[in-house]
């Protein structure tokens, strides 16, 4: 069988090897000079490669449409591309949060061996290729259409990415060409994106705090929407860090939430100090007062908060900066407690989806066959990668989707 692979990202160089390895004859296009050139930026270019959670645990941490992707996981799953990649010598560790990187902590390294299996499997690859059209005859595909030439096909894979990072390549248009073929497009949105926020943010500018807990809920009806621990960042637009990242492909998907952030119903309470309770950080507070008694208020601060933050605290306190320590009413400290520990800043909306680490919606799951993922209207059409409606949050997810679907979709048809 001649097959198509357009896009030579994680996903299509997955496709393109277990085709070849089914004994297809397989052609890879791909826009760029390279192959897996996103495979560069991702893990801030160390590559999280997957996550070492049993795969059934994959689903939860898949908020755009997880259970259609059981089947993939199930043809090719997370030790599969740790055992692929060891075979090329990538060894690999794993950290924090069950991710599993390099060991030499080189992305470089990851899409290398990706492109070395790609070539010895027998794989044609035609880079600086740019594909515009799938010809579809009675039968189901027939041939691609690029900017300077035409291929015909028995298959094709569709392979191209999403709307991040459109520098990398993914520029969407792989969407256009589902389109013009007749498959639906869901709205696309960015996912694991920073979020914008009130003037708070602008004034804690650069400021990253470690270990703290976030909360995301709506503020009429005080209903949480995302909780999370760990490290966040102040940005001059608003938020971001790995917790915001994460909560962003939860928030996204509540209901009205952008009219909601619009009129700043949507409020990120953050509590600086999770591991005191409020008891305890009162007791905390009271000793560093009993210290600097005689000190004006805005010089008590600096063992309890990064320096940046306490301008801010303080005014958000109502406490007079300059009163004494020694003069601050047991209503006054306690406002200071629930402040600490409910740090509030009013989400305001989502950065552009170009900013995003990963694209939400895309070809809609209903119309693709999850355990083949082959086109259920267009015969021979295949799918792989971002450009379905699937996302994750971070930790490796989003890549092991793309090396599963991307697999099954070059998988024999029994």
């Known amino acids: 069988m001649k097959v198509a692979v357009i896009g030579g990202g994680p996903a299509g160089m997955l496709a393109a090897i277990s085709a070849a390895k089914s004994g297809d004859d397989v052609t890879l296009f791909e826009k760029n000079n390279i192959l897996g050139k996103k495979i560069l930026i991702t893990g801030k270019g160390r590559c999280n490669i997957t996550s070492s959670l049993e795969i059934g645990d994959f689903i939860s941490n898949i908020p755009g449409n997880g259970r259609f992707l059981f089947s993939v996981f199930e043809n090719f799953n997370n030790q599969d591309i740790i055992s692929m990649l060891e075979k090329e010598g990538v060894k690999v560790k794993e950290e924090r949060g069950n991710r599993i990187f390099p060991i030499s902590d080189r992305a470089e390294d990851v899409r290398f061996a990706l492109e070395k299996i790609t070539k010895k499997v027998g794989v044609d690859i035609k ?25 015909n096909a028995d298959k094709i894979i569709l392979a191209t990415g999403g709307k991040s990072y459109p520098l990398t390549g993914s520029n969407g248009d792989g969407y256009k060409i589902a389109q013009n073929i007749g498959h639906t497009v869901k709205e696309i949105r960015g996912s694991l994106v920073p979020m914008l926020g009130d003037n708070t943010c602008s004034k804690l500018q650069g400021l990253s705090l470690r270990n703290v807990g976030i909360y995301i809920y709506e503020k009429e009806k005080d209903k949480k929407i995302y909780e999370d621990f760990g490290e966040m960042l102040f940005t001059h637009f608003g938020v971001s860090g790995p917790t915001i990242l994460s909560s962003s492909a939860h928030v996204l998907r509540y209901k009205d939430v952008d009219e909601k952030m619009k009129n700043e119903k949507i409020i990120l309470k953050i509590d600086l100090k999770p591991a005191l309770t409020i008891e305890q ?92 993922m082959e086109s259920k209207i267009i015969p021979g059409l295949f799918f792989a990668g971002e450009i379905i409606d699937v996302d994750a949050y971070t930790g490796g997810f ?17």
């Open 127 to 151: 880079l600086n290729s740019n594909v515009k059209l799938i010809e579809i005859g009675e039968n189901g595909v027939e041939a691609v259409i690029l900017e300077n030439g035409k291929f």
């Open 398 to 414: 989003n890549l092991q989707i793309a090396y599963s679907t991307g697999w099954t979709s070059g998988m024999k048809i029994d």
């Open 281 to 372: 950080l009162d007791a905390r507070i009271l000793r560093d007062f009993e210290e600097v008694k005689n000190k004006q208020f805005k010089n008590s601060l600096d063992k309890l908060l990064p320096k940046k933050m306490i301008d801010v605290v303080i005014e958000k306190s109502n406490i007079d900066s300059d009163k004494k320590v020694n003069e601050i009413t047991k209503e006054e400290r306690y406002n200071l407690v629930n402040l600490i520990k409910n740090f509030e800043v009013k989400l305001l909306g989502f950065r552009p989806v170009e900013e995003a680490i990963i694209t939400a919606g895309g070809i809609s799951v209903k119309e693709i066959n999850p355990k083949t």
